[in-house]
């Protein structure tokens, strides 16, 4: 009796840390950022197009990594969001980068954290929309 309760108590302990590191397998959101506190974030889109974005937390900005077919050198292209408010840059992160995984369809959003204004990436079109 003393080894299956040992055997439960070992089990209860490890059983959260088993169940988040399968999650964590699964999910495609990769954060590259070193804290959360930083104002720039690189993302992984999640998504089967494999976008990765530098993204500004406090004005919105987001620039997708692209390759120069002629040089062969990476570079920042800028990927404005349709009706961005004017940056107001008090060191406080007004927008959220968020990536759904395989489960959700692969969707990539961005957030502001005040108004709730969304945007969705669409991978097709290389570009963002405004979600009503």
Known sequence: MRKILVALLVFAVLAPDMARAQFVGTR????????????????????????????????????????????????????PLPNLTPCVNDGHPRYRFVSVGPRFGDHVFIIQNDTKVTWMFDPAKVNWFQMQ
């Not at 959360?36 to 406090?58: E, L, P």
């Open 28 to 79: 495609t959101e990769l954060d590259l950022s070193t804290d959360n506190t930083g104002r720039y974030q690189i993302r992984d889109s999640g998504a089967d197009t494999n976008n990765v974005f530098r993204f500004d937390r406090f004005c919105g900005i987001v620039e997708l990594l692209e390759l120069n077919q002629t040089t062969g050198r990476w570079f920042w292209q800028d990927l």
